[in-house]
Every structure is written in structure tokens, then in C-alpha cells.
């Protein structure tokens, strides 16, 4: 009898010996005379469990974890491949409850497909979106992109609809659709799961843009850091020329779409869509002066879609089920599901996908277990390194656009990083200063200058030199960074600062002996 035992190859499982696993049950295998295929697969994203390992049986798929070398003939002899008892048995992965909770629409085959593989994709329900949009016109598949609700996942929250239907209206001989994958905010990792666990999902909805906008042309533009990515894109792309799924005649449809994968070098502003396509284009990652927007004049000088990982990779379950059954996820102008990650000081850290109107509090106590350190927590940080810090009488804000910007949040990217009571809160808002001093492309002053002089200030500050001085040139600072940066690089970096400012006062004054010296 064959046996199917499904290893992750995601880059965390990897990072905790995956890779050694897999060899080790194999060698194992082996000595017993089992025959066993197996199957590397992408995460579920229960990231504490890593490597989770999952064996298919008559009753369904049963997981172990986290499993090290040294677990392996402990679980071969315990009956693993039958799914036998193990003091690492989890059972049904779906039925563990951080994963049973949650409303995987875009996820639903991360972690359960061989992320390569064309037919294992199609068998999982691959492919039913671009189907569905192949049977509609240009302006039938945006109506529908546009009527689920759907906002772009990458930040800015701006309605995908209403830039797809610009792309198509513009008139050009040659259009693009660009992925920006520079997934670069502290505590995400959605983009670099769906990358390595399911890029037919993130291919195929970069096929029904390219469809929907008239481009024949994406590009997938991938941060350096994630070499597994790259390697699993590539990979699907070629595989998915082969059978007939991008090329000259997508699905024999007579339509074309070819898509490629870029890769960065590094820099954290090319998260920028405009800076983006500058290095897209082969020069320097320097902010665009907008209009034009890149709708209209992007790469090359031509009508370009901009959309991140998470908004194209909705759009396959928008096309197959229809926008109505996307938008009743969600709550108010914030429908559907959002990849929420879950990083930092946090016991079960990993991927939730749930419809906006989660609260915080219920992510980091229901699904994260609280504090990995048993501490109480402090502060939340939501939305990357440009977001605000969350005290806890705000934890039951929704995660909502809305409502996060009304407590003067941001969703972002949708990563929460969460602080114990040690953390010192002075200085990480010196540590936003410093990053977008390091990260900024130079362009405009008030972010070049504004977080050099930021540092120097909240330096100041930390060492106890007049502190109420000091913090209202802060302030000023942050006013200046706000209203006059190019672009959301400086703009945002004062929300993690006065976040920090406003809701623990504490951590910023009477720090050492020089408080009431002369500077």
C-alpha cells in the first residue's frame, strides 16, 4: 500500500529542519518497507507547530507537530502512516481549533496542495475563477471585482475595482499588471506563504487582471529575501505555460497573458508602487511625483495595474463564487477576508484569515494565547513598521479600515506585532524615526531630513534632556513628515511616533538626571 505523507517547504518549516524531517522519514520509511511518497507542501500558517507533518488516510488527512528528527521513528513505530496515536498527533488539521475558526477563502489550499503542481491546483478547485471570467467581457469581470468590495491589501486600502476599470478604460497598445510582492513590514508574512504554498492562486489572478484591464504583459516583483519564492514562482510559471494556463492562448480562450517574477535588491521603499516600477524598470527605487498615476502612466509609460499578493489572489474566489458571496464577509466598506499575521512577543504566532470586524483583543487572546512571556501585554503594533501602537483599552477595535483610522490606526498590510510590559515604547519610536531614515529613497526632505533629525531628537529625549522641549519639536517634526513627504514613507512614519507619544506619556519623561539640564 502507498502511503502519501505531506512535508512543508515553506521557509519557516525549512528554518525548523523541514527539510531534515522529510529525508528522515523517508530513510525511515525505507528501513521499514513502507512505501511512501512524499509531498512537499506549503504551511496552514500554525507557525508554533512547525514542521507540521500530515499523512493521508481512509478518514482523511492527520497531522503531527511540531516534529523534529528525533521524533521520527518514535511516530513510524506509533503508526504514523495510518495515522496512528503519538503524543504529536493533532488529528484532523482542520479541526484544530486556530484553524477551524477562521474563514479561509483565499488560503483554503495553502499548506493542502503540492504548490507546483497544475493538476494538484485544478483538483482543489484551481482555475474555477479564471473559467468564470473567460465566460465574461472586460467590464463583467471588473463589475464583479468591483461589487465584492474588494480594497487593496496592501495598505492604502484604495477599492480595486475602481483601479482595475481605470486600467481598462485607458487606451494604449500595450498594458501591464504588476504584482507588488516587496513584502517588507516587520511581522508579515501572508505574501511569502501564498508565494510558497499556492502561486496558482496569486497566478491566476494576475491572469484574470491581465484579462479584465486588456494587459498581456505581468510582472511579479519579488523582494530578494525570499529565495524560496522565487524558486516555487518560477517554477509554477513554467509549468503553467506548459499546460496551456499563460501564454499566447490562456485556456484556448484566444486571449494572451505572460507573466514573469523580478527580483529586488533590498530596499524597503520599492513597497512603494511607484518607486516599484522605477526599479522595475532598471533604475534606482526612487518615489514617482503623482499624477500621473501609474493606472494611466506606469511601466514603461504605460497603463499598469498595481495590486499586492493578498488583492490578486482574492480575485479567483470572487470570479468562481461571485461578488455577493465575497462581500458578505466583512463589515461596513471593509468586506471580505483579511490575511491578519500574527508576530512577536505571542504564544501561537501565525496566519489568520477572518473577515474584517475581528477585534484585536480576540486575535491576540483567542487565537495567539497571549504573551509567549506569560506577561501582561502592553502595546500592539498594527499595520508594519509604519503603524500605530495599540494600549490595551483600545484591543477591542475592530480590524477594519474605518475603525482603525478613527483610533488613528492603520490595517495595512494586516501585521500585528505584539509587546509585552518590558518594552520600552521611547524608544521604539525612535526606532521609526531610525527606519525611515534608513529606508527612505531621499527624494524629498521632510522624510529624508525630518527622521535623521527625528533620532537625534528622540535621543535626546531617551537620555532624559528636556524632555517637554524636545518632544514638542518632535511633534513638529511629525507635521512637517505628515503633510509634506511624497509619499506614505515619510507620511506614516509619525503614526508609530505619536502613537507611542500619546497613549504611554510615561515612557517619555523624567528618564535620567539631565531633565532639567541645558542642552
Known amino acids: 500500500m502507498s502511503i502519501t505523507i505531506y512535508v512543508p517547504r515553506d521557509a519557516v518549516a525549512l528554518g525548523l529542519g523541514a527539510n531534515r524531517v522529510a529525508r528522515a522519514i523517508f530513510a525511515g520509511a525505507e528501513r521499514r518497507g513502507l512505501d511512501v511518497t512524499i509531498v512537499r507542501t506549503g504551511s496552514r500558517g500554525l507557525l508554533w507547530l512547525e514542521p507540521m507533518v500530515e499523512v493521508a488516510t481512509d478518514e482523511g488527512r492527520i497531522a503531527y507537530g511540531p516534529v523534529t528528527v528525533s521524533d521520527v521513528d518514535a511516530l513510524l513505530d506509533a503508526g504514523m502512516a495510518t495515522g496512528g496515536d503519538h503524543a504529536l498527533r493533532l488529528g484532523d488539521p482542520e479541526k484544530i481549533p486556530y484553524l477551524a475558526r477562521q474563514h479561509r477563502l483565499t488560503f483554503q489550499r495553502c499548506g493542502v496542495?503540492?504548490?507546483?503542481?497544475?493538476?494538484?491546483?485544478?483538483?482543489?478547485?484551481?482555475?474555477?475563477?479564471?473559467?468564470?471570467?473567460?465566460?465574461?467581457?472586460?467590464?463583467?469581470?471588473?463589475?464583479?471585482?468591483?461589487?465584492?468590495?474588494?480594497?487593496?491589501?496592501?495598505?492604502?486600502?484604495?477599492?480595486?475595482?475602481?483601479?482595475?476599470?481605470?486600467?481598462?478604460?485607458?487606451?494604449?497598445?500595450?498594458?501591464?499588471?504588476?504584482?507588488?510582492?516587496?513584502?517588507?513590514?516587520?511581522?508579515?508574512?501572508?505574501?511569502?506563504?501564498?508565494?510558497?504554498?499556492d502561486p496558482f492562486n496569486l497566478i491566476e489572478g494576475m491572469t484574470i487582471a491581465g484579462i479584465a484591464t486588456g494587459a498581456t504583459r505581468g510582472y511579479i516583483y519579488l523582494r530578494s529575501e525570499y529565495p524560496q519564492a522565487f524558486a516555487t514562482l518560477k517554477e509554477a510559471i513554467a509549468n503553467g505555460i506548459k499546460a496551456g494556463f499563460l501564454g499566447d492562448n490562456v485556456m484556448n480562450s484566444g486571449k494572451a497573458f505572460h507573466l514573469e517574477v523580478r527580483l529586488g535588491a533590498g530596499a524597503y521603499i520599492c513597497g512603494e508602487e511607484t518607486s516599484l516600477l522605477e526599479s522595475l524598470e532598471g533604475r534606482r527605487g526612487i518615489v514617482r511625483a503623482k499624477p500621473p498615476i501609474p493606472a494611466l502612466k506606469g511601466f514603461l509609460g504605460q497603463p499598469?495595474?498595481?495590486?499586492?499578493?493578498?488583492?490578486?489572489?482574492?480575485?479567483?474566489?470572487?470570479?468562481?463564487?461571485?461578488?455577493?458571496?465575497?462581500?458578505?464577509?466583512?463589515?461596513?466598506?471593509?468586506?471580505?477576508?483579511?490575511?491578519?499575521?500574527?508576530?512577536?512577543?505571542?504564544?501561537?504566532?501565525?496566519?489568520?484569515?477572518?473577515?474584517?470586524?475581528?477585534?484585536?483583543?480576540?486575535?491576540?487572546?483567542?487565537?495567539?494565547?497571549?504573551?509567549?512571556?506569560?506577561?501582561?501585554?502592553?502595546?500592539?503594533?498594527?499595520?508594519?513598521?509604519?503603524?500605530?501602537?495599540?494600549?490595551?483599552?483600545?484591543?477591542?477595535?475592530?480590524?477594519?479600515?474605518?475603525?482603525?483610522?478613527?483610533?488613528?490606526?492603520?490595517?495595512?498590510?494586516?501585521?500585528?506585532?505584539?509587546?509585552?510590559?518590558?518594552?520600552?515604547?521611547?524608544?521604539?519610536?525612535?526606532f521609526a524615526f531610525e527606519f525611515c531614515a534608513v529606508e527612505s529613497c531621499g527624494k524629498c526632505t521632510p522624510c529624508r531630513i525630518g527622521a535623521t533629525r527625528g533620532v537625534e531628537t528622540m535621543d535626546k529625549v531617551i537620555a532624559g534632556i528636556r524632555p517637554t522641549e524636545n518632544l514638542a519639536v518632535v511633534a513638529d517634526l511629525c507635521d512637517v513628515m505628515t503633510d509634506g513627504s511624497l509619499c506614505a514613507m515619510g507620511g506614516l512614519t509619525p503614526m508609530p511616533v505619536m502613537s507611542a507619544i500619546t497613549h504611554f506619556p510615561e515612557d517619555f519623561q523624567q528618564r535620567g538626571p539631565m531633565s532639567v539640564a541645558a542642552e
Open 113 to 197: 496542495v503540492d504548490p507546483v503542481s497544475v493538476d494538484d491546483y485544478r483538483a482543489h478547485g484551481g482555475y474555477k475563477g479564471l473559467e468564470a471570467a473567460l465566460k465574461l467581457d472586460a467590464a463583467g469581470i471588473v463589475a464583479e471585482v468591483r461589487e465584492s468590495g474588494l480594497r487593496g491589501r496592501g495598505g492604502a486600502g484604495f477599492p480595486a475595482g475602481i483601479k482595475w476599470n481605470t486600467v481598462m478604460l485607458a487606451q494604449s497598445h500595450q498594458k501591464y499588471v504588476v504584482c507588488n510582492a516587496d513584502e517588507g513590514d516587520s511581522g508579515t508574512f501572508a505574501d511569502r506563504m501564498m508565494m510558497e504554498g
Open 304 to 430: 499598469t495595474l498595481v495590486n499586492n499578493v493578498m488583492t490578486f489572489t482574492a480575485v479567483p474566489y470572487i470570479l468562481e463564487h461571485g461578488a455577493k458571496a465575497y462581500a458578505e464577509y466583512g463589515m461596513g466598506r471593509s468586506l471580505g477576508t483579511l490575511a491578519i499575521q500574527l508576530a512577536g512577543n505571542i504564544k501561537h504566532g501565525g496566519l489568520i484569515e477572518y473577515a474584517f470586524g475581528i477585534t484585536l483583543r480576540e486575535i491576540i487572546e483567542d487565537f495567539g494565547g497571549g504573551t509567549q512571556s506569560g506577561r501582561p501585554v502592553r502595546a500592539v503594533q498594527v499595520g508594519g513598521p509604519l503603524g500605530a501602537y495599540f494600549p490595551d483599552h483600545l484591543l477591542d477595535t475592530p480590524l477594519d479600515y474605518e475603525a482603525m483610522a478613527a483610533n488613528k490606526g492603520l490595517v495595512g498590510h494586516g501585521g500585528i506585532v505584539v509587546f509585552d510590559d518590558t518594552v520600552d515604547m521611547a524608544k521604539q519610536a525612535r
